[in-house]
C-alpha cells in the first residue's frame, strides 16, 4: 500500500531528477531499486549493486524480519552532497562531516557518499547499519524508541564500542549518570553522532540484552514494537522485568565489565576543561535521575530496585 509520503518522495524524486537535488546523477533499476549516483567510479558502484541484496537478506534473517519493499539507493560524491540532499528530503538539518550514510525510513531511501577516508569504519558497516533502519522501519507506523532503532542498527553492523567507550559507561554507571530509556526514547541528548554518549549507551544497552537474553530479544522486541506496545510493555515481555529493573541490572552490568581504575582513566585521559564541565552536567543529570528512577518504583510498587533482571 502506498502512503502519502511515499507519493510525495516519488514525485519529489522526479521533480530532483528534473532540475533539482538529483540533476545530474545517473540513474539504474537494481534488484533494490531504483539507483542513483554522481562521482563514483564503475568498480565502487558495481560492489554497492552486488552488496545491497546480500546485506539486505542478512539483516531480514537476523530481525526475522521483511522489508517487503523496494527502496533508492543514492550514491553521492562526498559529506557536502550528502548534507545538501538529505536536507533537501527530510528537511532537517544534518553535520555530514562524520557521517558515511544515511538512511530515510519514510522515504525508504539511503543516501551514502564515497569520499570515506582511510581508517573510517568499513562500507560494508555503514550499509549494513544504514539498510537496518530501513527494515527496522518496514511499518511506517510504528514507533520504535530511538535507542532501539540506533542500539540495533549497530548490532546488526557488527559494530563494537571501543574499550574506551565501554570504560566511560562503566564510570557513569558508577556515578549514576547512565540516561534512563525514556530520554532515549523519541530524541537523543546531545545529537545524533555516534561520538555522542547517547548513541554508544544504546548500542551498548542492545548489547546487554544480546548477552542476557540472546540474539532473539531484538527480534521479539521488534514484534512487540509493531505490535503498539508501550517500550515499557514490550522489554516486559521480552524479559520479564520491569523498566526499572533492567535500568538496574544494566547498570550493574556496565560496571562490572570494566575495572574502576579503567573507568576512570577513560576520563583522565582527556582531562580538560570541557571534560569538567561533562562532569559536573553528569552530577546533575545522576541527581535528576535517581529522583526519576524513586519515583518509577513508586509506580511500579511490584518491582524492586535491587533486583536484577531474570537471566
Known amino acids: 500500500m502506498t502512503s502519502p ?8 524524486l522526479l521533480l530532483f531528477s528534473l532540475g533539482g537535488p538529483l540533476e545530474g ?16 567510479s564503475e568498480e565502487d558502484r ?5 552488496e545491497l541484496p546480500r546485506v539486505l537478506a542478512a539483516v531480514e534473517t ?7 519493499a523496494t527502496f533508492t539507493t543514492i550514491l553521492v560524491p562526498g559529506s557536502l552532497e550528502l548534507r545538501h540532499l538529505v536536507e533537501a528530503m527530510s528537511g532537517k538539518l544534518l553535520d555530514a562531516r562524520w557521517v558515511l550514510g544515511v538512511a530515510l525510513p519514510e522515504a525508504r531511501m539511503l543516501v551514502i557518499r564515497g569520499d570515506v577516508p ?12 544504514e539498510v ?13 524508541p530511538r535507542w532501539f532503532d540506533e542500539g540495533a542498527s549497530i548490532w546488526l553492523s557488527g559494530s563494537i564500542l571501543t574499550g ?13 549518570g547512565l540516561y534512563l530509556l525514556e530520554d532515549l526514547e523519541r530524541e537523543f541528548p546531545g545529537g545524533h553522532l555516534p ?42 515481555k521480552v524479559s520479564g522485568a520491569s523498566l526499572i529493573e533492567l535500568e538496574r541490572a544494566f547498570e550493574g552490568w556496565a560496571i562490572s565489565r570494566q575495572s574502576l581504575a579503567f573507568a576512570l582513566a577513560s576520563v583522565v585521559n582527556v582531562w580538560t576543561f570541557a571534560s569538567l564541565l561533562a562532569l559536573l552536567a553528569i552530577a546533575r543529570y545522576a541527581l535528576r535521575r535517581r529522583k526519576r528512577l524513586r519515583e518509577l518504583a513508586k509506580e511500579d510498587p511490584g518491582s524492586s530496585p535491587n533486583v536484577e533482571a531474570p537471566m
Open 5 to 12: 509520503t511515499l507519493l510525495v518522495t516519488a514525485l519529489s
Open 25 to 40: 546523477y545517473k540513474e539504474i533499476d537494481v534488484s533494490t531499486g531504483k539507483l542513483y549516483w554522481r562521482g563514483w
Open 46 to 50: 558495481r560492489e554497492v549493486i552486488e
Open 62 to 68: 537476523k530481525l526475522q524480519a521483511k522489508l517487503e
Open 118 to 129: 582511510m581508517g573510517w569504519e568499513s562500507f560494508r558497516t555503514t550499509l549494513v547499519h
Open 132 to 144: 537496518a533502519h530501513l527494515v527496522l522501519h518496514r511499518r511506517l507506523s510504528t514507533r520504535l
Open 164 to 176: 574506551e567507550d565501554e570504560a566511560y559507561l562503566s564510570l557513569l554507571a558508577r556515578v549514576g
Open 195 to 236: 561520538t555522542s554518549t547517547a548513541y554508544r549507551q544504546s548500542s551498548y544497552f542492545v548489547s546487554y540484552l544480546v548477552d542476557r537474553f540472546g540474539p532473539e530479544s531484538i527480534p521479539r522486541l521488534l514484534v512487540e514494537f509493531e505490535r503498539g506496545k508501550s517500550m515499557a510493555e514490550a522489554l516486559r
